[in-house]
């Protein structure tokens, strides 16, 4: 694919402040809901991990490649052994973590560099923003 010719786009500099006005209170929504989504996440984890281990008990006859390692020093037994998963059973499925984390950091560069940009297309007289303007915000779109 060649390289030639660069696009050339003018976009109305108020939708382009509504946008990035949208994604900021998107952003710190997030933030703010981040703690509480990661405790549900935890708690799902836990609870398919408990899922797992009945599972996994309810087939130890259909176990395979028994292993076992005993620690004398801490008095632990480790037991591990593979079992087949076919298709059709009831193996629990695993949580998926449908949030985006985001550290401090990053979330305090990301809502100043979003604010500034918001800042300064409310400063111009412009009506329209240029495409290399808009490449520069485009990231948080």
């Known amino acids: 694919m060649a390289r030639g010719k660069a696009i050339s786009v003018k976009i109305p500099t108020q ?3 509504n946008a990035l006005e949208t994604k900021l209170a998107e952003l710190q929504a997030n933030y703010k809901t981040q703690d509480e989504n990661e405790a549900k996440f935890q708690e799902a984890q836990k609870a398919w991990n408990e899922e797992l281990v009945s599972y996994a008990i309810s087939q130890i006859s259909k176990a395979e490649n ?22 059709g059973t009831n193996f629990p499925t695993e ?9 401090r950091h990053n979330y305090n560069e ?3 560099e979003m604010s500034n940009a918001i800042r300064i297309l409310k400063m111009t007289d412009e009506e329209v923003v240029s495409t290399s303007t808009y490449n520069a915000v485009a990231r948080y779109l």
Not at 66 to 87: G, M
Not at 95 to 103: A, D, G, L, S, V
């Open 110 to 112: 990301m809502v100043d």
């Open 15 to 17: 939708r382009v402040i």
């Open 66 to 87: 028994l292993r076992t390692n005993y620690r004398e020093w801490n008095k632990t037994l480790n037991v591990d052994f593979d079992i087949k998963v076919e298709s």
């Open 95 to 103: 949580p998926e973590r449908n949030f985006e984390q985001i550290h």
